[in-house]
């Protein structure tokens, strides 16, 4: 199983980055997904989920309204659009993907697949 992000870059407070991340040796459609970052210094948080089971989508009150998650099952993809980046967003952005289809996937230990990280650098 491979998770590989790509979208991430350096980008001035306001603008807009869209990552992506595209699985390949499992059954895409029933996994969960999401998005977790790790600013520097920091622990790494819940982004964003979106669940196989009815597409049902969680965000961190820190993203909502800003950010939103999408997958596209065909292409075995699935998408963050940031809108509105502050430079509190500035993190390793990682995505994963999930067994599990409820409030679990608020927590990492649900996710069993991880991704590398792409970086997102938000500068004021």
């Known amino acids: 199983v491979q998770l590989q992000a790509f979208g991430g870059g350096a980008v001035q407070a306001g603008g807009s980055l869209r990552l992506s991340c595209t699985a390949s040796?499992?059954?895409?459609?029933?996994?969960?997904m999401g998005w977790f970052r790790q600013a520097p210094g920091k622990e790494r948080e819940f982004v964003t989920s979106i669940s196989y089971r009815d597409g049902s989508r969680r965000y961190a009150d820190s993203v909502k309204g800003r950010f939103t998650i999408s997958r596209d099952n065909a292409k075995n993809t699935m998408f963050l659009q940031m809108n509105s980046l502050k430079p509190e967003d500035t993190a390793l952005y990682y995505c994963?993907?999930?067994?599990?289809?409820?409030?679990?996937?608020?927590?990492?230990?649900?996710?069993?697949?991880w991704g590398p990280g792409t970086q997102v650098t938000v500068s004021s």
């Open positions: 040796g499992l059954a895409f459609s029933v996994y969960s």
């Open positions: 994963a993907a999930s067994g599990y289809y409820g409030t679990q996937l608020l927590h990492q230990f649900a996710y069993t697949y």
